[in-house]
Nanobody, 125 residues
Framework: QVQLVESGGGSAQAGGSLRLSCTVS?????????VAWFRQAPGQEREGVAR???????DYADFVKGRFTISKDNGKNTLYLEMNSLKVEDTAMYYC??????????????????WGQGTQVNVSS
């Protein structure tokens, strides 16, 4: 059974930083074709934040480019999202996801097989 557990969320001031982690069990990140982070604010649809195809091919949503970094540690079976220069509009529930069910690694929620339960990020001004 594949399980993803996020951690690292919390409160931060605008301009601050947080690092989210997503620990995977029941699967190995080294064999996963695609991993990603999504977020969902109240009343909003879930949106893609960052994806990592293989070990090095990254892509980011325009609203986080230059501020967020996605990475993974295959040895620890853990996915990370380093978030810098946080903005109030980054406030949301953040979710990790792995295993694309389509050939491409996308930032489309329905393309992912396994999800974590989410970790809340609150950014205040």
């Amino acid at each position: 059974q594949v399980q993803l557990v996020e951690s690292g969320g919390g409160s931060a001031q605008a301009g601050g930083s947080l690092r989210l982690s997503c620990t995977v069990s029941g699967n190995t990140l080294s064999s996963t074709n695609c991993v990603a982070w999504f977020r969902q604010a109240p009343g909003q649809e879930r949106e893609g934040v960052a994806r990592l195809a293989g070990d090095a091919m990254t892509d980011y949503a325009d609203f986080v480019k230059g501020r967020f970094t996605i990475s993974k540690d295959n040895g620890k079976n853990t996915l990370y999202l380093e978030m810098n220069s946080l903005k109030v509009e980054d406030t949301a529930m953040y979710y990790c996801a792995i295993e694309s069910v389509v050939p491409l690694c996308t930032l489309i929620p329905v393309d992912f097989h396994y999800w974590g339960q989410g970790t809340q990020v609150n950014v205040s001004s």
